[in-house]
């Protein structure tokens, strides 16, 4: 970790760098997203890279307690999942040339009468970096609620980057 505060943390993982943003709004000015299946394979516009490899198509994923997306390019590359206690009910994408933003919205499962909704978006850029933004996300619980955990993991099939958020 090289920098950490309050609204976000910094770290630098090989020549990319990472960083999660807290209940920040996306930089996205231009163009609007669009219903999406919350599973299949896309086609990005753009020619996107991971860890240096072209990619060639990418495969959303949802499944109990985790979703996000494999990266292929002849073979899988490798993935960026979200482990998160919550529902997927719907996932948005905005595929451009500059980049590419999956935004999947959450639904947490709280013992609350109150619903407390939320999404996540991961922008993937062609120079390969990869940002990811948490709208939304409640911070606080009341004193006799576990904290949860939100946790990243970014990998290849060498090596997995885990960066873990507890809110």
């Not at 993991?153 to 060498?158: F, G, I, R, S, V």
Request: charged share 25%; hydrophobic share 35%.
């Amino acid at each position: 970790m090289l920098v950490e505060n309050d609204s976000y943390h910094y770290s630098l993982h090989y020549q990319y760098s990472q960083r999660i943003r807290l209940d920040q709004p996306h930089p996205i000015v231009d163009g609007s997203f669009d219903l999406s299946d919350r599973l299949g394979s896309l086609t990005p516009k753009s020619s996107l890279k991971f860890y240096d490899s072209d990619v060639s198509k990418i495969e959303k994923f949802s499944r109990k307690n985790q979703f996000g997306s494999q990266i292929f390019a002849n073979n899988l590359l490798g993935q960026i999942k979200y482990s998160i206690d919550a529902e997927i009910p719907k996932v948005e994408l905005l595929d451009k040339e500059e980049f590419l933003a999956i935004r999947w919205f959450i639904r947490k499962e709280r013992k609350s009468l109150e619903a407390n909704d939320g999404s996540v978006i991961t922008l993937m850029y062609p120079n390969g970096k990869i940002s990811m933004y948490y709208e939304k996300i409640i911070l606080t619980f009341q004193s006799n609620e576990f904290c949860r955990m939100y946790q990243v993991t970014c990998n290849t099939l060498e090596s997995d980057q885990h960066f873990v958020m507890c809110n």
